[in-house]
């Protein structure tokens, strides 16, 4: 049966009578106050009370977990805040009947069952001695004889039958780290000639927009519209001048998320050794994925995702606000300071026939290749 002592150890070494006859403990007789047996009991069922109660807080907290399952859209129920109020209260609820049910049970085990030492110590060295050492484990045993851990059936049962539910739920919470990404994290709306529109509007891109740029840098998002939209990825938009302004665009947030980019003009003569480099499966260098000077990052952040939006025009550097990492525009987005481990990714871009900003096709390295003396980097 779970919980119960073996044979050997099931002797009471405190009862009510064996107390004040003398005592067996870890500590002397005349420094310990046993409660008498009577009192003894009642404790335990008192606790043993708290330990079902806590039991059920426990299950209840499971059970409240899955009482709001995602949608068959994989939306969570709980991204209505109704429904999340709900959850949140059963789930803080539970998870307090349970907590505190094992602690009241413990308070209660502590002092009706439990006998109670008054204990002084000299200040000794710390190292404890050989004899000492070698006395721990009949010590340890003792004490927990004596604590009423292994005389009390009832008591351990409930109180290992109260903590499961509650060992348990770190385990299910893992659920919520899922479902896994698989590919997801690989796609891009950057197909090759999908154009770039200004972020937060519908305004394609020209080259010569970056040169009347203050600060010579431009937020982007690929063009695409999704099923039911205006158009089907790609150029989208319409024919001539009156496509420079697209009719509406249609990316999830989180498509957002991951494709906005950075358009920076650098004039040509700054790039520095790193864009002669090639990034790992490509064959050409980096400077081809550039038009005109102008140069195009992922505006994410390498460090924690925050959006790398600062830009020093003069040095070329680009700042994430959020700790400070920074890179450097004008050699592959380098890092050159903060906690970012690895530059932002490239976008390779070219213009299009209309002469619109656009994600242009690169050429893949052929296997067992290498472009002349460039290094190669991650992309
Ligand atoms: S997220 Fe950019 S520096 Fe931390």
């Not at 004889?145 to 109260?162: H, V």
């Not at 709306?189 to 970056?210: K, Y």
């Not at 158009?231 to 009719?247: L, Q």
């Not at 005109?292 to 390498?302: M, Q």
Request: charge should be negative; glycine fraction near 12%; proline fraction near 8%.
């Amino acid at each position: 049966m779970l919980g119960t002592p073996s044979a050997e150890t099931g002797e009471s070494v405190v009862s009510g009578a064996s107390v004040e006859a003398g005592h067996e403990g870890p500590y002397p007789a005349s420094e310990t106050h046993a409660h008498p047996e009577e009192v003894q009991r009642r404790g335990e069922r008192i606790a043993s009370l708290w330990f079902v109660i806590a039991f059920l807080g426990g299950v209840g907290f499971l059970v409240s977990y899955y009482l709001f399952p995602p949608s068959a859209q994989d939306v969570p129920a709980i991204a209505d805040p109704r429904i999340g109020q709900y959850s949140n209260m059963l789930l803080g609820g539970t998870l307090a009947v349970a907590l505190f049910g094992i602690g009241a049970g413990m308070t209660v085990w502590a002092r009706r069952v439990m006998p109670h030492y008054e204990v002084s110590s000299p200040y000794d060295d710390l190292p404890s001695s050989e004899k000492e050492k070698g006395s721990f484990g009949d010590f340890f045993m003792k004490s927990a004889d004596e604590s009423g851990f292994t005389r009390r059936p009832l008591m351990r049962r409930t109180l290992i039958a109260a903590m499961l539910p509650l060992g348990l739920a770190p385990i299910v919470l893992l659920r919520d780290t899922g479902p896994l990404p698989g590919d997801k994290l690989r796609d891009t709306p950057w197909a090759e000639g999908v154009r770039m529109v200004v972020e937060g509007t519908d305004r394609f891109i020209r080259a010569e927009d970056l040169e009347s740029e203050p600060n010579g840098m431009i937020t982007a998002l690929p063009y695409v519209v999704h099923e039911g939209g205006h158009g089907e990825g790609g150029h989208g938009g319409g024919e001539g001048e009156s496509a420079r302004y697209a009719e509406g665009y249609h990316l999830s947030l989180n498509d957002k998320a991951k494709s906005v980019i950075l358009l920076i003009k650098i004039p040509e003569g700054d790039y520095k050794s790193g864009m002669t480099e090639t990034v790992e499966g490509q064959d050409e260098p980096r400077i081809n994925w550039t038009h005109n000077g102008i140069v195009a990052y992922s505006k994410i952040c390498t460090h924690v995702g925050c959006p790398a939006a600062l830009y020093e025009r003069t040095t070329h550097r680009i700042l994430c606000p959020c700790h400070q990492s920074t890179f450097d525009a004008a050699n592959a987005a380098e890092v050159v300071f903060g906690p970012a481990h690895r530059p932002l990714p490239q976008l390779p871009i070219g213009v299009d026939d209309e002469g619109y900003l656009s994600r242009r096709a690169t050429s893949p390295s052929r296997p067992g290749r290498r472009s002349g003396t460039t290094r190669r980097t991650s992309r």
